[in-house]
């Protein structure tokens, strides 16, 4: 199983900061099959990211993602209020795995 | 629009059953990849199983191997989950959501608890 370790658990940042999420894969995550979702208090979570760069349709360019093998990163760059939440990473390297990050929480400073 | 609504979820005692239903609109079910994914706050986010458009189950956690059972009736738009021997750490909110890779399209889920 591939585990996926997210840091800095915690980010404390203002809007118009920088946040820079990294992600961590335990093996090689083939094909860069690697997706991020943003989660907000009693929400499901919406996609943001998938095949580790690629922006979902609707999803600001603020947002953008990197990375590949086993390290991925999540930028956003000039955080606006609503995008204070919780993120996690997710692979889909095979089908017979699928896991996610433990997450990382946005917080205002 | 995409809608995914789940239903079924409860209080059930350990070792007891339930079955978790979800019905789509707003696609054309039978094109899609379904998954089920659950959430605690301890655990976070688990990918619990997915299945083809077919019908054809293809993951499941190995948490949920041999107890939970996916399935899908296109006919009705509906996605199935039987869940079997169920214990505490079952206990979780339960997400539908649509494909296999990420998952663009997720239902608000439905809370299963297992407790005496």
């Known amino acids: 199983e591939i585990v996926l370790t997210q840091s800095p658990g915690t980010l404390s940042l203002s809007p118009g900061e920088r946040a820079t999420l990294s992600c961590r894969a335990s093996?090689?995550?083939?094909?860069?099959?690697l997706a991020w979702y943003q989660q907000k208090p009693g929400q499901a979570p919406r996609l943001l990211i998938y095949?580790?760069?690629n922006r979902v349709v609707g999803i600001p360019d603020r947002f953008s993602g990197s990375g590949s093998e086993t390290d991925f990163t999540l930028t956003i760059s000039r955080l606006e209020p609503e995008d204070f939440a919780v993120y996690y990473c997710?692979?889909?390297?095979?089908?017979?795995?699928?896991?996610f990050g433990q997450g990382t929480k946005v917080e205002f400073k | 629009q995409v809608q995914l609504v789940e239903s079924g979820g409860g209080l059930v005692n350990p070792g007891g059953s339930l079955r978790l239903s979800c019905v789509a609109s707003g696609l054309t079910f039978s094109d899609y990849y379904m998954s089920w994914i659950r959430q605690t706050p301890r655990k976070g986010l688990e990918w619990v199983s997915y299945i083809d458009p077919s019908g054809r189950p293809i993951y499941y956690a190995d948490s949920v191997k041999g107890r939970f059972t996916i399935s899908r009736d296109n006919a009705k738009n509906s996605l199935y989950l039987q869940m079997n021997s169920l214990g505490a750490e079952d206990t979780a909110l339960y997400y539908c959501a649509r494909g296999h890779h990420g998952l663009e399209f997720w239902g608000q889920g439905t809370t299963v608890s297992v407790s005496s």
């Open positions: 093996q090689s995550v083939s094909n860069s099959f």
């Open positions: 997710q692979q889909y390297s095979s089908s017979s795995s699928r896991t």
């Open positions: 095949h580790a760069s």
